[in-house]
């Protein structure tokens, strides 16, 4: 008899938490491709930083993905909206150079890190496999908000246009993906 293990949508807590931080690694992915793209002309200096946080991206997008493929659970409806989003947010913010690009991943990383640790908080003792996956990825992206953080003062004007938009964006898109 054939065994196939047909993909289902999200059940539990775990599981919806898992497809949109999988969605969100897309967007985070996408930021930076299209930030290195147009980065060697407007920010050449952090292109091998740029370079060096899209590998990690990759790294927690394949942990996620992993993990939801073991459970049999479908991508987030939202994963081509964060893919397409993140993309147009990389390419805006790159065009404007240095300061933006530090920016943006400082506002996108300051709601992440926020989601991952309630994430933690709520799933602890109910999801073990998904807080595993969670809290491998946890230190990189503090990693990534606190190099970018050191790029940029808090008072530069892309900090202070940027900072509400994207972190207002990166909100919506958690928000859809959880009721997606
Ligand atoms: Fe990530
Ligand atoms: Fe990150």
Known sequence: MKSERRSTKASTLGERILKVDHAGEQGAVNIYRAQILVARWTAPSLVPELQEFKSHEEKHRALF???????GVRRCRSYWLCGVGGWVLGLMTGLLGRHAISATTVA????VLGHLKAQLRDLSGKDDAAVHVIAQIVEEEQLHHDQSASHVQTGHVWSKLLSPVVAASTESVIWLGMRL
């Open 65 to 71: 993905w992993a993990e939801l493929q073991r459970r």
């Open 108 to 111: 996108v990383e300051r709601v």
